[in-house]
């Protein structure tokens, strides 16, 4: 008993190393962190301990939610940064909002921009999951302004 109790002990303590190892950073000037942290509002429809997923302020669609690592990186172009635990949750934080929504068997979009000419505004990676109406089919179409 008293073996099983220091195993467990032990075990307890290396979690909470590794836990506090692994604490995501923040930007103090990241909106989106500022929403992980609790200091800016958001309506939050999703939360686990990887990622966190809210209603898009300016939505483009009758749903449009954006799910998010709760983690800082700035774009999918910083991936590799992420644990593959919270890899794995972005995706599947996405299908779960979509499904809650009720937009699964319809149909629902998940946008991913990253960069300035792909129209990323905010610098924390981020998945937009929209649906719950008919979307346009060519999403990527160029500006009519900006055409050769």
């Known amino acids: 008993m008293r ?67 709760k983690q800082h990186v700035a774009s999918l172009k910083e991936l590799d940064e992420l644990p593959m635990e919270t890899r794995a949750a972005l995706l599947s934080a996405c299908v779960k909002v979509a499904r809650d929504q009720g937009i699964v068997d319809q149909g629902f979009r998940i946008i991913a921009n990253s960069g300035k000419d792909a129209g990323q505004s905010v610098f924390h990676l981020h998945f937009h999951v929209v649906g719950g109406e008919k979307l346009r089919e060519d999403a990527i179409t160029r500006d009519p302004a900006k055409q050769p």
Do not use: M, N
């Not at 002990?9 to 929403?35: H, N, R, W, Y």
């Not at 939360?47 to 300016?58: G, M």
């Open 3 to 69: 073996r099983t109790l220091l195993f467990l002990a032990a075990f307890a303590l290396a979690a909470c190393q590794t836990l506090v190892a692994e604490a995501p950073k923040a930007s103090t000037d990241c909106i989106f962190c500022k929403i992980v942290a609790g200091t800016a509002p958001s309506r939050k429809v999703y939360e686990d301990p990887y990622v966190l997923a809210f209603w898009d302020i300016r939505p483009r669609a009758k749903v449009h939610l954006l799910v998010i690592p």
